[in-house]
């Protein structure tokens, strides 16, 4: 099951923030809805040890339900962070949770809420390897996770590297991991250009 958000292979605080994206017929939000959330979670799943596909299948519909909620409330203040860092001149990218203070809260309220723990496998004969146990539900714990490299993430010098994309319609984050990069996406990239020549053609003509 695929998400409709885009990933773009950032840190996994950044793909949440990205769970909402918009383009000139409107603004989406991938966690709507339990499926949403559910498509969301399968998708980021590879990236951690923490979840499997089995532990996404043995949650009801009521279980997504609360995981969606905390999942948009720890997005609404991570987007809110994420404006501090940026100075986001985007209105239409305002974060449901601009306060600082608030979107700090959640933030670390998130982190400490499921206990998730490494472990060392090693048996004679066997390469060491290391897995992640959790006291709660799997997938509570990788909200946790998340949040937890949230706050390792905006605690570090690497948060300025994050940058609003400033493309036409684009609402979301990315971090400038090239000194070239301007924008989230190439098809953002290639969108700011032919606006910016529309304007200079329009200018030159007008």
């Not at 949403?36 to 951690?48: D, K």
């Not at 609404?76 to 501090?84: F, I, N, P, T, V």
């Not at 897995?131 to 799997?138: H, I, L, V």
């Amino acid at each position: 099951m695929d998400t409709r958000a885009p990933l773009m292979g950032e840190p996994l605080p950044v793909e949440l923030m990205n769970t909402i994206w918009a383009d000139r017929h409107g603004r989406y939000d991938a966690l709507r809805d339990p499926g949403g959330v559910e498509a969301w979670l399968s998708s980021v799943c590879p990236r951690t040890d923490l979840m499997t596909a089995d532990d996404l299948d043995g949650l009801a519909a009521a279980d997504l339900d609360r995981l969606g909620d905390r999942l948009i409330s720890l997005r609404d203040a991570l987007r809110g962070l994420a404006a501090e860092v940026t100075q986001e001149p985007r209105p239409e990218a305002a974060s449901e949770i601009p306060d600082l203070s608030t979107a700090v809260h959640v933030l670390n309220e998130a982190a400490g809420r499921t206990p998730h723990w490494p472990v060392l496998c090693w048996s004679p004969g066997a390469e060491p390897s290391r897995r992640r146990y959790t006291s709660g539900e799997a997938a509570s714990a990788v909200l946790s996770a998340i949040a937890e490299e949230a706050v390792i993430f905006f605690s570090q010098d690497s948060r300025h590297q994050l940058r609003a994309c400033l493309a036409p319609s684009c609402v979301l984050y990315f971090l400038k991991n090239h000194p070239r990069r301007e924008w989230c996406s190439t098809s953002c990239g290639n969108r700011a250009r032919s606006a910016r020549h529309y304007q200079r053609h329009h200018r030159s003509t007008a």
